[in-house]
């Protein structure tokens, strides 16, 4: 039997099927166009599943269950997508909504940096440890904590959301409501913002060259590449930025001490160009700094496919 996991995103809906060793077989995939009806979204969600099950001649009778990694907080219970700003969802029954399109009623739904953190715990850099945290830094902070092996969801399913926990009291605006979000700050979405202020007070900065003069097409990597070229204004964009990533890793670790704490989404991708001062900046601010045994904070290993794996792993 195979499972199916999804990845429903701000821009795109994964879909991937998984053989018993985790494997992805299969893949289909459509554009997530919000915002617009969460009917909508669903058809083209239950057309890149028949897409990935076609493409291996795979039936109903193949497939043990369909897993969903969702932004925002799912209601298992009442079997809801209770809120998910990033796709316009208030209340939406996604469990319904899937069953009807695929015929599948083993259906099972979480939240995406829950998924994630999953999927990189069973099978990519948290394998083998009980205490495991994950961070995704993409569009928001996303986060997803794994205790003993278990999800941490509360009691209410809504717990790990991390991105949204202040770290500057009073500061910038949050779609969650907040101010002072660490999402705001250290999210791609943020670094892109922190790259192009400093950008417009620094005409001469090599970060112009990296886009080619075109700001609009400023992304999570464009201070980075700079900063490597030796650029002042781009070095003092990413020191800033990191900062406030270990400001939260710091927290984080204060109130878990897991055995990993792992880093992915787009800036992820740096992996130790961002992790060796993230280390010795979140090391030096921890409570445990003289402890014998540390955090080890790494790099994510499954990229796309951490969420994928998790969603078809989910199980209740």
Request: proline share 2%; aromatic share 6%.
């Amino acid at each position: 039997m195979y499972r199916i996991g999804v990845d429903l995103g701000g821009t795109n809906i994964a879909v991937g099927i998984i053989d018993e060793q985790n494997n992805i077989i299969a893949r289909g995939a459509r554009k997530t166009n919000v915002p617009r009806a969460a009917e909508l979204i669903f058809d083209d969600m239950a057309a890149a599943i028949k897409d990935a099950m076609d493409s291996k001649g795979l039936t109903n009778a193949d497939i043990s269950s369909i897993g969903v990694g969702t932004p925002g907080s799912v209601n298992k219970e009442l079997e809801l997508i209770e809120f998910a700003n990033n796709l316009g969802f208030d209340n939406v029954p996604a469990y319904k909504l899937l069953r009807e399109r695929t015929g599948i009623q083993n259906v099972y739904f979480d939240n995406d940096a829950n998924c994630a953190a999953l999927g990189e715990a069973v099978a990519g850099c948290g394998k083998g440890v009980k205490d495991f945290i994950m961070i995704t830094l993409g569009t928001g902070v996303g986060s997803g904590i794994i205790v003993n092996g278990k999800l941490v969801t509360g009691k209410n399913y809504a717990a790990g959301e991390m991105g949204h926990s202040v770290i500057v009291f009073g500061g910038l605006q949050c779609n969650c409501g907040r101010k002072g979000c660490w999402e705001k700050y250290s999210s791609a979405t943020a670094l892109i913002s922190q790259t192009k202020d400093a950008m417009r007070l620094n005409p001469d900065s090599i970060m112009w060259d990296e886009v080619n003069g075109d700001y609009n097409s400023v992304n999570g990597r464009t201070a980075f590449r700079a900063a490597d070229k030796g650029d002042a204004a781009a070095k003092k964009v990413v020191n800033t930025y990191i900062s406030y990533l270990a400001c939260g890793v710091s927290n984080i670790i204060n109130i878990f001490q897991p055995d990993i704490l792992c880093v992915g989404g787009g800036i992820g991708n740096e992996k130790e160009n961002l992790l060796v001062p993230l280390r010795r900046i979140a090391g030096s601010e921890i409570y445990s700094i003289h402890a014998q045994k540390q955090t080890e904070i790494m790099s994510a290993t499954l990229g796309n496919d951490a969420g994928i794996i998790g969603a078809a792993l989910l199980d209740e």
